[in-house]
């Protein structure tokens, strides 16, 4: 498990997750930024998959982006915490994880699911997905490159401190 600083989109893992909503439709952030470069092909092949409910995953191909499979997760929007949103948090990163040696992925980028427009606090966030991951490689020993792709410093730091 690594973490890098970038875009998402620009990843060529075999698998990146998008932060999406239920209707698979787009939207802003990483969901808009996937759609954008996937092309409008990836909302017509979504639709059917529609509604993903809040902590499943639903997968897709890449199109116009570099990796071969979209996984898209629907994060908690945070509600103070007492809403189940962190056992909810952490079934998007299993939920994703189940579905790559189905799809033989052997290289995954996650995006810090819920920590933008759904306001999940950042640091709470990086660690349910870096204790979710680790345990889920070590209990299935999943043989996966996992990248965390962190979009700002701020973030990133985060994350390096987990990993270190
Ligand atoms: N690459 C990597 N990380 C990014 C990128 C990018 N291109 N763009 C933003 N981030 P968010 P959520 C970071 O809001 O909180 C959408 O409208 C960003 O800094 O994308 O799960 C959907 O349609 C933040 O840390 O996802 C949903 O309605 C993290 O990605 C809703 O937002 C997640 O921010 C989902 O909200």
Redesign the pocket.
């Known amino acids: 498990m690594r973490v890098i600083q970038?875009?998402?989109?620009d990843m060529n893992t075999d698998a990146i997750v998008n932060?999406?909503?239920s209707s698979l439709m787009?939207?802003?952030?990483?969901?808009?930024?996937i759609h954008r470069r996937a092309g409008p092909m990836l909302a017509e092949y979504c639709r059917p998959l529609a509604p993903c409910p809040t902590g499943q995953a639903r997968i897709t191909p890449g199109f116009g982006l570099a990796a071969r499979w979209i996984i898209h997760t629907v994060?908690p929007i945070w509600r103070g915490g007492e809403h189940d949103e962190a056992a909810l948090l952490v079934q998007c990163y299993t939920n994703c994880l189940h579905l790559c040696a189905p799809h033989d992925i052997h290289s995954i980028a996650f995006?810090?699911?819920?920590?933008?427009?759904?306001?999940?606090p950042?640091k709470r966030a990086a660690e349910i997905a870096v204790e979710t991951c680790r345990s889920f490689l070590s209990r299935f020993g999943l043989e996966v490159d996992l990248h965390f792709?962190?979009?700002?410093r701020a973030?990133y730091d985060i994350y390096a401190s987990l990993l270190s």
């Open positions: 970038g875009d998402i989109t932060a999406a909503n787009g939207g802003g952030g990483v969901d808009g930024a994060g995006p810090a699911i819920s920590t933008g427009a759904y306001r999940f950042k792709v962190c979009f700002d973030q």
